[in-house]
């Protein structure tokens, strides 16, 4: 139970990081930790590039758009319900 809510401790300070720095408008900095893309979990106005609906980082319209994404740790993203390494069509 610890081990779990230290990985969402974890991913929601790296999400928290991350959207600070996304207040810019362009591609987000790749993050200093070990990352990969997780679509499908965002928060609208949180992403993190662009996508093929809009252009820049912190413009998603909708939350949990399919082609929207965000950096997480490496590892994290298979465990949050509903996300995906890969855009979903």
Request: glycine share 8%; with cysteine; charged share 10%.
């Amino acid at each position: 139970m610890n081990a779990t809510r230290l990985l969402i401790g974890s991913t929601i300070a790296a999400m928290a990081s991350i959207a600070a720095s996304a207040a810019s408008a362009g591609p987000t900095a790749q993050p200093e930790f070990s990352f990969e893309k997780c679509f499908g979990v965002v928060k609208a106005g949180l992403n993190d590039c662009q996508t093929t609906s809009h252009s820049c980082a912190g413009t998603a319209t909708a939350d949990n758009q399919k082609d929207s994404w965000i950096y997480v740790p490496a590892g994290t993203c298979t465990k949050i319900t509903g996300a995906s390494t890969q855009p979903k069509a």
